[in-house]
């Protein structure tokens, strides 16, 4: 699906929201990281640490939740202006696979930008051993809302 954003995005912009990721609280904490940013699109890249992963080796359902929750929120941000605010009002995410990886990356994409509602989906992978697997989708509400 292709979105036609409301401007180009600018490097500034696009630096903005590489740069805004590992500044969230929690994303600093997983060590997280931009990959991909396009309109209407962010990856979010969080290396494997022992304080992300279950006793059995995989990663904890909740570090793949909050993965999507940020790659939808800054997938949003590629279609808004800098000081846009986003609040999360639903989130489904549906676990697909272990998430056992050196890597989990989460893409979130835009597939409706409305003015209040923005409907974002996102995909969670692992790689491991240069091995991409997919391990979890979801859907995310956003609102807009003012600071």
Do not use: W
């Not at 909050?66 to 800098?82: C, G, I, P, Q, R």
């Not at 989906?121 to 391990?135: E, H, P, Q, W, Y």
């Amino acid at each position: 699906m292709i979105i036609i954003s409301i401007f180009d995005m600018k490097a500034s912009h696009t630096e903005y929201i590489r740069a805004g990721i590992p500044k969230q609280n929690l994303m600093k904490l997983y060590n997280a990281y931009a990959g991909i940013i396009e309109d209407g699109f962010v990856e979010v890249i969080i290396p494997r640490q022992e304080s992300l992963i279950r006793g059995a080796g995989f990663f904890y359902g909740g570090v793949l939740a909050a993965a999507v929750d940020t790659a939808a929120y800054f997938s949003a941000a590629t279609l808004h202006e800098e000081d846009a605010y986003f609040v999360t009002v639903d989130l489904k995410i549906n676990y697909l696979n272990p998430a056992q990886g050196e890597l989990l990356t989460t893409a979130g994409e835009v597939i409706k930008n409305g003015k209040t509602l923005i409907i974002c989906k996102a995909d969670c992978f692992t790689i491991n051993a240069g091995s991409k697997k997919l391990v979890a989708t979801s859907l995310v509400t956003l609102m807009k809302i003012q600071k």
